[in-house]
């Protein structure tokens, strides 16, 4: 588990998450964001995969983005009657790529990332304070530059030389799984909702016309905003708001639009991934990306 760490020499703590090869002691995914959150293991998967392949299975801790608390609590023979608990968003994104979770039971069961941690807090602040960084944005991009060069010392060769990694096929597309998924169903005007606010699924050249009061998959993905997905063909959304009744409207001082700056968490981009940017007329996605991804766990 990333605890929160002064990573910047300062006060600011902030929770560094990361994936290591059991095998070679390679490090194959490190992001840090505010908090433990969703983004940041999502992120690290993304990285794994782009630059390794997909794994056979991966070995975490027990917490709740990786596992429901109820699955625990599913007897046997609850089981055998077919009750099912649901995956976790994290956990569905493995499922569809095909990776098994393993869960540890204790941190010494984790042995050789617990000791990545400690190797990382004694060299990382060190190696921020050098090249000036003291952000997130400017430490994520670090990162990606950081590993080649931390494994190129640390990394060793595995006693088994076949790799348990699978290429990442083209029917794959990392952004439609890597993701959050939600069933929602359109009304008349092809318009939903999700986290208070209403987006209309948008007609696509192409693409057949979804018909009304259909159950669709919403994605919410950090790399692409708010999708709709129907029938295996996958839909741009606009926000949409509803109009109000005549007795719902009251006198109000005007509102200031918010503009997200450029800076934003997820109009940042990447060296390495497609950039992620939404026009500054998206701040509703923008919102509910924030509050889906960067929630924080306790």
């Given at each position: 588990?990333?605890?929160?760490?002064?990573?910047?020499?300062?006060?600011?703590k902030f929770?560094?998450h990361?994936?290591?090869?059991?095998?070679s002691?390679?490090?194959?995914?490190?992001?840090?964001?505010?908090?433990?959150?969703?983004?940041?293991?999502?992120?690290?998967?993304?990285?794994m995969?782009?630059?390794?392949?997909?794994p056979?299975?991966?070995?975490?801790?027990?917490?709740?983005?990786?596992?429901?608390?109820?699955?625990?609590?599913?007897?046997?023979?609850?089981?055998?009657e077919?009750?099912?608990i649901?995956?976790?968003?994290?956990?569905?994104?493995?499922?569809?790529l095909?990776?098994?979770i393993?869960?540890?039971?204790?941190p010494q069961?984790?042995?050789?990332?617990?000791?990545?941690?400690?190797t990382?807090?004694?060299?990382?602040?060190?190696e921020?304070?050098?090249?000036?960084?003291?952000?997130?944005?400017?430490?994520?991009?670090?990162?990606?530059?950081?590993?080649?060069?931390?494994?190129?010392?640390?990394a060793?060769?595995?006693e088994?030389?076949?790799?348990?990694y699978?290429?990442?096929?083209?029917?794959?597309?990392?952004?439609?799984?890597?993701?959050?998924?939600?069933?929602?169903?359109?009304?008349?005007?092809?318009?939903?909702?999700?986290?208070?606010?209403?987006?209309?699924?948008?007609k696509?050249?192409?693409?057949?016309?979804?018909?009304?009061?259909s159950?669709?998959?919403?994605?919410?993905?950090t790399s692409?905003?708010?999708?709709?997905?129907y029938q295996?063909?996958?839909?741009?959304v606009?926000?949409?708001?509803?109009?109000?009744r005549?007795?719902?409207?009251?006198?109000?001082?005007?509102?200031?639009?918010?503009?997200p700056p450029?800076?934003?968490?997820?109009?940042?981009?990447?060296d390495?991934?497609?950039?992620?940017y939404?026009?500054?007329s998206?701040?509703e996605?923008?919102?509910?990306?924030?509050?889906?991804?960067?929630?924080?766990?306790?």
């Amino acid at each position: 588990m990333p605890l929160p760490f002064e990573w910047f020499g300062n006060t600011d703590k902030f929770s560094l998450h990361g994936a290591i090869d059991d095998a070679s002691g390679e490090i194959v995914g490190l992001y840090m964001t505010k908090n433990e959150c969703l983004h940041g293991y999502l992120e690290i998967t993304r990285q794994m995969i782009l630059n390794h392949g997909i794994p056979s299975c991966i070995y975490t801790d027990r917490h709740t983005i990786f596992r429901s608390p109820n699955a625990s609590k599913v007897s046997i023979e609850e089981q055998l009657e077919g009750k099912i608990i649901n995956d976790t968003q994290f956990g569905r994104a493995m499922k569809e790529l095909g990776i098994a979770i393993i869960t540890a039971r204790s941190p010494q069961a984790k042995g050789r990332v617990e000791r990545l941690w400690n190797t990382l807090q004694s060299r990382l602040p060190v190696e921020f304070k050098i090249a000036g960084i003291n952000t997130v944005e400017e430490a994520n991009e670090f990162l990606l530059k950081y590993i080649p060069k931390f494994n190129s010392m640390f990394a060793v060769e595995p006693e088994d030389s076949e790799l348990a990694y699978r290429k990442l096929t083209d029917d794959l597309i990392l952004d439609h799984i890597l993701c959050v998924k939600q069933t929602r169903t359109i009304d008349n005007g092809s318009v939903f909702s999700i986290h208070n606010r209403h987006f209309q699924v948008l007609k696509s050249p192409g693409l057949p016309e979804i018909p009304k009061k259909s159950k669709i998959t919403v994605i919410i993905s950090t790399s692409v905003g708010i999708k709709a997905e129907y029938q295996g063909n996958v839909y741009e959304v606009i926000n949409f708001i509803k109009p109000k009744r005549k007795h719902e409207i009251k006198q109000s001082k005007p509102k200031t639009k918010y503009i997200p700056p450029d800076d934003h968490y997820f109009k940042y981009g990447h060296d390495k991934f497609k950039k992620v940017y939404f026009d500054e007329s998206y701040e509703e996605i923008l919102s509910v990306l924030e509050e889906i991804f960067l929630s924080k766990y306790a």
